[in-house]
């Protein structure tokens, strides 16, 4: 039989831009992941087919798991589903800490992805495994993301302050947090340097060599009040900070006009 070797941690959302991080990260420690996922055999949404076999004897769970969605109904469901699932299973596998990444600023930005976000948060907070709830700000990835929504020639980008990290570092925060106590709300993760979203497209845009007309849109009412605000930075400076500003890892994954960056 072979020796287990440092904890077994669950990825809820494994495959995705941070989970697969995550996975590494964990690996690199000497820690043993799990992928949750459907492609190994586990629905997080419906039932939570496969969640008992996949979390027995895992020591933690990290639940990076994302639906790609602006409506708060939908938001709100997948969320819901997928926290009860993990909890619940968590609770009968004997699962000592379930880690959760959420998002800076959620409880100030009415959008509807963030309802499901929120109620994510009280599902967690309010079930019967001990937690820990990482908000982080939006990833350097994120100018990528936006421009993926909208069709060429255009580039339609709302206007938002945000404190960009990369992804990677959260997921290092996220490992750092699964293999210790759980905390309850941790302190709010960011960047090391407020950007505007426009203003990182136009230069990821650049780095590409690609040419798009960008169009600033401010969002409505106290939506886009809040996000052309202080609403989606870290509150205060006491949160911990990433060292990679959004120029550096620019250049580390745009090579002479060729995005080299894979999300999920």
Known sequence: MKARIGMRVAVAGGTGLVGRYVVEELTAAGQEPVVLSRSRGVDL??????????????????????????????SVAFFEAVGRNLLDAGERAGVRHHVVLSIVGIDRVGLGYYQGKLRQEDVVQGGPVPWSVLRAT?????????????????????????QPIAAREVAQHLVKLATGPAQGM?????????????????????????????????????????????????????????R?????????????????????
């Open 186 to 242: 941790a302190p709010d993760l960011a960047g090391p340097r407020v950007e505007q979203l426009v203003d990182m497209v136009r230069r990821l845009l650049r780095a590409r060599g690609e040419r798009r007309l960008v169009v600033p849109v401010r969002m409505p009412g106290a939506v886009g009040a809040a996000m052309t605000g202080d609403g989606q930075l870290p509150a205060g400076d006491a949160g911990p900070r990433g």
């Open 45 to 74: 949404v419906s039932g939570g087919a496969g969640l008992d076999a996949a979390l027995d004897g895992v020591d933690a769970v990290v639940d990076v798991s994302n639906v790609t969605t602006t409506s708060a109904r939908k």
């Open 138 to 162: 939006q990833f350097h990835e994120f100018a990528e993301q936006t421009l993926e929504r909208v069709p060429k020639p255009l580039a339609v980008v709302p206007r938002m302050r945000t």
């Open 244 to 264: 990679q500003a959004f120029d550096e890892w620019l250049a580390q994954h745009v090579v002479r006009g060729v995005q080299s960056v894979r999300g999920g």
